[in-house]
């Protein structure tokens, strides 16, 4: 999802703005930047800023501000923790919005859609996870990974259209066939996150700062 004043209210807009910013500054602030230090860490990070780019980039849709892409923000999260991937996911939607290919006045309301909050339904997930179930590899993969980031796309559209809807942008009924398209992506992000998170934690478990080798593989 892209919002833009030209079809959503410049209230609504400011109002995003007034929540992102105060959500960007704990971000700056918390962001663990020694682990930056490493050089290989930060071509990580980097790395995983123009793969959100390149992602949010190729998005399909005929209605404005109803775009679907893929967010992979799962992924990100469990690599790099909550501040970082926050901004990750800013500094891919800055890319986008110095491109043209996004609006700067939508900048800060588009990334707590699509970056802030999959970022934190992640996190909660992975901490709801890490108590209550065994910690074991695939509980990891299958709940964390997979799971979690089926839900965090559930949550970016259904958010995200409850905002287009509230703010009478649209009305019910000219959704069409968003639900269904809703349902039909929750299986590819699901699939990429769980796929990555599993190829990551197989062979470069050093990128992934939520997975510790002594408690989800060790004596399982």
């Not at 800023?49 to 209605?63: D, E, H, K, N, P």
């Not at 500094?91 to 707590?112: H, I, K, M, N, R």
Request: include cysteine; hydrophobic fraction near 55%; aromatic fraction near 16%.
């Amino acid at each position: 999802m892209n919002f833009s004043p030209t079809f959503f209210p410049e209230m609504g807009l400011w109002l995003g703005t007034l929540l992102y910013l105060p959500i960007l500054l704990w971000a700056i602030w918390q962001a663990p930047w020694a682990r930056l230090r490493d050089a290989c860490d930060a071509h990580v990070w980097l790395g995983s800023c123009v793969v959100l780019w390149l992602a949010w980039r190729l998005s399909a849709g005929i209605t404005p501000g109803m775009e679907f892409h893929l967010l992979l923000m799962t992924t990100v999260t469990l690599m790099f923790g909550l501040p970082f991937a926050i901004l990750s996911a800013s500094v891919a939607q800055l890319t986008l919005v110095l491109e043209g290919a996004a609006s700067l006045y939508g900048y800060p309301l588009t990334v707590l859609i699509n970056g802030v909050v999959p970022a934190l339904i992640t996190y909660v997930i992975y901490w709801l996870a890490y108590w209550w179930f065994p910690r074991h590899f695939f509980i990891y993969i299958y709940i964390t990974a997979f799971v979690g980031a089926a839900i965090a796309m559930l949550m970016n559209r259904l958010l995200g259209l409850s905002l287009l809807l509230i703010s009478d942008t649209y009305q019910l009924s000219q959704l069409g066939e968003q639900p269904l398209f809703i349902i039909v992506m929750l299986f590819p992000e699901a699939f990429i996150n769980g796929l990555l998170m599993t190829i990551f934690v197989v062979y470069r478990p050093q990128w992934v700062s939520s997975f510790n080798d002594e408690q989800y593989l060790r004596n399982k």
